[in-house]
């Protein structure tokens, strides 16, 4: 069962592209602090009204409400330390370990943390605004839910040493792999009703299936990997197109995107693509027509133009983590077949940021399917080694796995030392 909006349904808007207004929009500036730090703070807290649909139709309060916070942590919830409220911080950095293992099992501890604004991505309702009101009556999730990890705080409990996900955001584009959304998503009222729960669960940590209880629906159980963001500028510059199917490309791509997963995956207020939508969509290709046919157009919508392009200016100021934690002597050797033996240049070269154009679909063992049949593009390798598992199906769960994948596919014939120096390359970029 999937779910459509009721608004009034729009046609083929999604052709038409305003030049005027991209002008009027214009392109964001990495170097504009004002406009990163705005963007940023859209990409933490804005929900745009989305709380109507996770929390009204799907029911995720009554879930939150109930979760235990080892359980929160389990399934890939991350916590702002710095929001934290002290009585909580004065429990887990004290001596009683009695007390720490109560909190951690209390729901009433997961809600006083949602209420204090510290679940990041999570953005609670209420009935009142007492400050002991802390059982939500709807809720809503922002993009950081599966785009922000924090620092982890190791806290001792009764089993010992124990990290937990409770510590500063890093905002370096490293995704949530640990976030199991679809899991949580299966508890809902709504999944249970209607028999969801069993997909949602399968489709595991990282990933969620954008094409599920929305517009783009394709009839096919298909969930990707939550991407890495960053490099954004240079990738582009390159010809890069953004989604796993390579759907969204040119200017403000990054803005245009945003406005497509905030409207239609993440059922916030807005009209992309259609009369009302906040900027012309950046597409390298249309969807299909049934999926055309589905898009609404909303006159109240909230999700605006200055808030995309904020966002857009935050993700273009993300850059992947520096390389560490590889032997530069194979790693030499690895570079060599890169661009040799291992023919990964052909698709990846290093002189346009290692992506060319095309899509694929023979690089996982199980094609794509539905509307990702037409193939998946090809993503930048610098910073890979912070992004397992890999592919967009995530079935790959180490580099060795990948190398090992390529070397059966493409008949190689890489030893096992050319193997490791491989993956010591792809670790350096």
Request: glycine share 10%; aromatic share 8%.
């Amino acid at each position: 069962m999937r779910i459509f909006r009721s608004k009034k349904i729009i046609g083929a808007a999604l052709t038409l592209c305003v030049m005027s207004l991209l002008a009027a929009c214009g392109s964001s500036s990495t170097d504009n602090s004002a406009q990163v730090a705005a963007g940023r703070e859209v990409f933490m807290n804005e929900t745009f009204g989305n709380e109507k649909f996770f929390g009204d139709t799907l029911g995720l309060h009554t879930v939150l409400n109930g979760v235990a916070p080892k359980d929160a942590v389990a399934l890939g919830v991350q916590v702002d330390l710095n929001k934290v409220p002290a009585d909580i911080v004065a429990v887990m950095t004290g001596s009683d370990l009695a007390a720490k293992d109560a909190a951690l099992s209390d729901p009433a501890v997961t809600r006083q943390l949602i209420k204090a604004g510290a679940v990041i991505g999570v953005k609670g309702s209420y009935a009142t605004t007492a400050a002991g009101d802390t059982t939500l009556t709807s809720a809503g999730i922002s993009c950081a839910l599966c785009h922000v990890t924090v620092k982890p705080t190791t806290f001792t409990l009764t089993a010992g040493a124990t990290p937990l996900p409770i510590g500063e955001p890093q905002f370096d584009g490293v995704p949530n792999t640990r976030m199991d959304a679809g899991k949580i998503l299966s508890f809902t009222p709504f999944a249970v009703a209607n028999g969801l729960s069993a997909t949602l669960a399968g489709w595991g940590p990282g990933r969620f299936d954008i094409r599920a209880l929305n517009e783009l629906d394709d009839s096919v159980d298909n969930p990707t990997a939550y991407p890495p963001l960053w490099n954004f500028p240079d990738l582009q510059v390159n010809g890069y197109a953004l989604g796993w199917d390579g759907m969204f490309k040119g200017t403000n791509a990054l803005a245009s995107i945003s406005e497509a997963v905030y409207d239609l995956i993440m059922h916030g207020n807005g009209s992309f693509a259609a009369t009302h939508g906040a900027i012309p969509p950046a597409l390298a290709f249309p969807p299909r027509q049934a999926v055309l046919d589905k898009f609404q157009d909303n006159p109240a919508s909230t999700i605006t133009a200055d808030k995309l392009l904020q966002v857009q200016a935050f993700l273009q100021s993300l850059h992947s983590p520096a390389a560490s934690g590889f032997d530069q002597l194979q790693a030499a050797a690895g570079k060599t077949l890169f661009e040799g033996k291992a023919k990964c240049a052909t698709c990846h070269p290093a002189a346009t940021e290692f992506i060319t154009a095309g899509r694929y679909s023979d690089i996982t063992a199980a094609p794509p399917t539905g509307d990702l049949a037409g193939g998946i593009k090809v993503p930048g390798l610098r910073g890979v080694s912070h992004t397992a598992p890999y592919f967009h199906d995530g079935s790959a769960a180490t580099l060795p796995e990948v190398v090992n994948r390529f070397n059966s596919r493409d008949a190689l014939g890489l030893t096992d030392t050319e193997k490791s120096q491989l993956v010591e390359y792809l670790k350096s970029l």
